[in-house]
């Protein structure tokens, strides 16, 4: 499985906007696209306009459709103006759990 882990800096004036941007993009990748395994958002405890994403994908190909998808480039158009610092983002293969574990997230 390929993963995907996004560190996402928001401006604090925008926060709410881009986080209901967010969720709508985590939906459209779960519900739309049969190959996004796992799309979760988390708000970290320490700093309330930092997001930290952890997609999961059949393969690095799948990713790359899914940056083509409707609500992906909604996303990208609507919220990259309330950004406070550009994405940092880490791709890797899963080590564990096994690939032959893992279900859709549903």
């Known amino acids: 499985m390929f993963a995907v882990i996004v560190k996402v800096h928001i401006k604090p004036e925008h926060?709410?906007?881009f986080i209901d941007e967010m969720?709508?993009?985590?939906?459209?990748s779960v519900n739309n696209e049969p190959d996004?395994?796992?799309f979760n958002i988390v708000q970290d405890h320490d700093d309330?306009?930092?997001l930290h994403l952890y997609e999961?994908?059949?393969s690095a190909e799948a990713f790359e459709e899914h940056?083509?998808?409707p609500h992906f480039v909604r996303w990208v158009e609507t919220t990259q103006d309330w950004l406070a610092k550009?994405?940092?983002i880490a791709t890797g293969v899963h080590l564990f759990p096994e690939d032959r574990v893992w279900k859709k997230q549903g």
Not at 23 to 28: F, K, P, T, V
């Open 56 to 58: 999961v994908y059949k």
């Open 23 to 28: 969720l709508a993009d985590g939906r459209g």
């Open 36 to 38: 996004c395994l796992l």
């Open 15 to 17: 926060k709410k906007m």
């Open 48 to 50: 309330e306009n930092l």
């Open 67 to 69: 940056k083509a998808t």
């Open 86 to 88: 550009p994405l940092e």
